[in-house]
C-alpha cells in the first residue's frame, strides 16, 4: 500500500484516507439520483442512466487512484447534465441520442488534448486566482442547488422567495447545518461524515428519508441496453450531422462540453 500510493510521502495515513473517502462519497452521491431525475426529462430511462451513473464514478475513480495516484473522485457533474436536456435537447430540439453522441465526441476531443500535452499547457495558461475562483464557483454552485431543493430559497414568477418554516426538509437541512457547524466546531473526527449519518437517520422518522421512489438494481439493469451503445444507432451518431442546417450547433454543443 505506502509502495503504491505514497502515503508518508504525502504526509497521511490509510485511516485518514478511508475517512476522506467515505466523506467524499456521501458529499458526492446525490448525483446518483439527481442526474437520472434530470436526464430523464429527455427521454431516457431512469434505472438506465442511475446505473450508468455508478459504473461511470467508479470506473472513473478507480482510474485517478490506480493510474494517476491521486485523491479525487470522479462523477457526472451538475451543470453539463441541466445543458444537456434544458437547452440541447428541449431548446434545440435534439434527440437526447444526438446530444449524447455530441458528448461523446467531446470526451474523444479531451483524450486527444491529453494524450498530446495539450491539457497541461492550457491549465499552465490559466491563472492560479481563476483556478481558485473555479472551485469557488463549483461550491457556490452546489450550494445554491441544495438551497433550492430544500425549499429554502423558491422563485415565484422569477421572483426570488424565502420559504416559510412548514416543510419538514427544509427543518431536516436546519438540523443537518446545526449538527455539522457544532460537530466542525468541536474538531470532531469525520464532522462531515457523521453529520450526513445523523441527517441521514434523523430523516427517517420525519418521512424525508425513503427508497419509496427509488428502483431495483434488477430494473435499473434491464433497462441499461436502451441506453448503453445508443450512440451507435440510428438515431445516434449517424443522424448527428445528417441536417447541414444544425451543424454549426453540434459543433457549438461539442466546444461548450469541452471547456466545461
Known sequence: MERWFHLKENGTQIQTEIMAGLTTFFTM??????????????GMEWGAVFLATIIASIVGTL????FANVPYAQAPGMGLNAFFVYTVCL?????????????FLCGLINIFVTV?????????????????????GIGIFV???GLLNVGILRF?????TLATLNQPSLWLFLIGLALTIVLLAKQVKGAILLS????????IPMGITTLAESVS????????PTTFGAIFTAEGLPSLFADPAKIPLVLNFVLLAWLE
Not at 452521491?29 to 429527455?42: D, G, K, M
Not at 482510474?63 to 490506480?66: D, F, I, K, N, R
Not at 438494481?217 to 441499461?224: I, Q, R, S, V, Y
Open 91 to 103: 431548446g434545440l430540439g435534439f434527440r437526447w441520442q444526438q446530444t449524447l453522441s455530441m458528448v
Open 196 to 203: 450526513i449519518v445523523l441527517t441521514t437517520l434523523i430523516g
Open 116 to 136: 498530446t500535452k495539450l491539457r497541461q499547457s492550457i491549465i499552465r495558461s490559466i491563472p492560479a486566482s481563476l483556478q481558485n475562483a473555479i472551485g469557488g
Open 143 to 145: 450550494a445554491y442547488i
Open 217 to 224: 438494481f434488477t430494473e435499473a439493469c434491464a433497462a441499461l
Open 63 to 66: 482510474v485517478m487512484g490506480l
Open 156 to 160: 415565484d414568477s422569477g421572483v426570488p
Open 29 to 42: 452521491a446525490y448525483i446518483i439520483v439527481v442526474n437520472p431525475e434530470i436526464l430523464s426529462q429527455a
